[in-house]
Protein backbone atom coordinates (compact mmCIF):
# COMPACT_ATOMS: atom_id res chain seq x y z
CA UNK A 1 0.00 0.00 0.00
CA UNK A 2 1.14 3.58 -0.86
CA UNK A 3 1.92 5.89 1.97
CA UNK A 4 2.26 10.06 1.59
CA UNK A 5 4.38 12.25 3.35
CA UNK A 6 4.47 15.49 3.22
CA UNK A 7 7.41 17.70 4.18
CA UNK A 8 8.83 21.82 3.64
CA UNK A 9 5.77 23.84 5.64
CA UNK A 10 6.90 26.52 8.04
CA UNK A 11 6.26 29.76 9.17
CA UNK A 12 6.41 32.43 6.15
CA UNK A 13 5.37 36.15 6.50
CA UNK A 14 2.82 37.48 4.44
CA UNK A 15 4.47 37.78 0.72
CA UNK A 16 6.97 35.10 0.99
CA UNK A 17 6.81 31.19 -0.54
CA UNK A 18 6.99 27.97 0.59
CA UNK A 19 7.55 24.42 -1.19
CA UNK A 20 5.62 21.74 -0.06
CA UNK A 21 6.56 18.00 -1.40
CA UNK A 22 4.41 14.80 -0.96
CA UNK A 23 6.83 11.82 -1.24
CA UNK A 24 5.57 8.14 -1.74
CA UNK A 25 6.84 4.98 -0.24
CA UNK A 26 6.15 1.81 -0.44
CA UNK A 27 4.44 1.96 -3.94
CA UNK A 28 4.40 4.23 -6.59
CA UNK A 29 1.88 7.38 -7.29
CA UNK A 30 1.40 4.95 -10.40
CA UNK A 31 -1.15 6.66 -12.88
CA UNK A 32 -3.08 7.65 -9.95
CA UNK A 33 -3.66 11.80 -9.62
CA UNK A 34 -2.79 13.64 -6.49
CA UNK A 35 -4.07 16.30 -5.01
CA UNK A 36 -2.89 18.59 -2.27
CA UNK A 37 -5.70 20.15 0.19
CA UNK A 38 -5.56 21.87 3.74
CA UNK A 39 -7.11 22.24 6.94
CA UNK A 40 -7.74 25.46 8.80
CA UNK A 41 -8.49 25.45 12.56
CA UNK A 42 -12.33 24.99 13.15
CA UNK A 43 -12.58 24.50 9.09
CA UNK A 44 -13.21 21.96 6.98
CA UNK A 45 -10.61 20.04 4.70
CA UNK A 46 -10.55 22.19 1.11
CA UNK A 47 -9.52 21.32 -2.41
CA UNK A 48 -6.18 23.33 -3.41
CA UNK A 49 -4.34 21.85 -6.57
CA UNK A 50 -4.24 18.53 -8.32
CA UNK A 51 -2.20 17.05 -11.16
CA UNK A 52 -3.02 14.09 -13.50
CA UNK A 53 -0.35 10.75 -14.18
CA UNK A 54 1.45 12.55 -16.92
CA UNK A 55 1.67 15.92 -15.27
CA UNK A 56 -0.76 17.27 -17.43
CA UNK A 57 -4.57 17.90 -16.47
CA UNK A 58 -3.82 20.10 -13.65
CA UNK A 59 -6.64 21.50 -11.28
CA UNK A 60 -6.55 24.83 -9.23
CA UNK A 61 -8.73 26.35 -6.51
CA UNK A 62 -10.08 29.79 -7.15
CA UNK A 63 -8.21 30.86 -3.94
CA UNK A 64 -4.34 29.27 -5.03
CA UNK A 65 -5.47 30.33 -8.72
CA UNK A 66 -1.74 32.39 -9.84
CA UNK A 67 -0.06 31.91 -6.76
CA UNK A 68 0.46 27.99 -6.04
CA UNK A 69 1.94 25.36 -8.62
CA UNK A 70 2.02 21.96 -8.71
CA UNK A 71 4.24 19.55 -10.30
CA UNK A 72 5.19 16.26 -10.66
CA UNK A 73 8.45 13.77 -10.92
CA UNK A 74 7.22 10.50 -11.22
CA UNK A 75 10.99 9.01 -11.31
CA UNK A 76 11.06 10.49 -7.50
CA UNK A 77 7.85 9.64 -6.64
CA UNK A 78 7.42 13.25 -5.60
CA UNK A 79 4.40 15.92 -6.32
CA UNK A 80 5.49 19.67 -4.80
CA UNK A 81 3.52 22.48 -4.83
CA UNK A 82 5.88 25.59 -4.86
CA UNK A 83 3.53 28.66 -2.74
CA UNK A 84 3.96 32.14 -3.87
CA UNK A 85 2.66 35.36 -2.47
CA UNK A 86 1.75 33.57 0.57
CA UNK A 87 -1.63 35.56 2.65
CA UNK A 88 -2.28 34.77 6.37
CA UNK A 89 -5.46 32.97 4.74
CA UNK A 90 -3.01 30.41 3.72
CA UNK A 91 -2.50 29.39 6.91
CA UNK A 92 -3.32 25.76 7.59
CA UNK A 93 -2.55 22.01 7.46
CA UNK A 94 -1.71 20.92 4.04
CA UNK A 95 -1.98 17.23 2.66
CA UNK A 96 -1.71 15.01 -0.33
CA UNK A 97 -3.46 12.33 -1.36
CA UNK A 98 -3.81 9.81 -4.34
CA UNK A 99 -7.50 9.93 -6.23
CA UNK A 100 -8.87 9.28 -9.67
CA UNK A 101 -8.02 11.58 -12.88
CA UNK A 102 -9.78 15.17 -12.41
CA UNK A 103 -10.86 14.41 -8.48
CA UNK A 104 -11.26 17.82 -6.46
CA UNK A 105 -13.23 16.52 -3.69
CA UNK A 106 -11.86 14.95 -0.41
CA UNK A 107 -14.25 11.90 -0.57
CA UNK A 108 -12.43 11.01 -3.99
CA UNK A 109 -9.08 10.77 -2.32
CA UNK A 110 -7.35 8.44 0.04
CA UNK A 111 -3.73 7.10 1.22
CA UNK A 112 -3.77 10.94 3.19
CA UNK A 113 -0.80 11.95 4.26
CA UNK A 114 -0.42 13.11 7.87
CA UNK A 115 -0.22 16.59 6.82
CA UNK A 116 2.51 19.59 7.38
CA UNK A 117 2.04 22.55 9.24
CA UNK A 118 2.08 26.33 7.37
CA UNK A 119 2.01 29.96 9.10
CA UNK A 120 1.62 32.29 7.22
CA UNK A 121 2.09 35.85 9.75
CA UNK A 122 0.95 39.07 8.83
Known amino acids: QVQLVESGGGLVQAGGSLRLSCTAS????????VGWFRQAPGKEREFVAA????????AYADSVKGRFTISRDNAKNTVSLQMNSLKPEDTAVYYC???????????????WGQGTQVTVSS
Open 26 to 33: GRTFGIWA
Open 97 to 111: ARGPYRATTVAQYDS
Open 51 to 58: IGWSGSNI
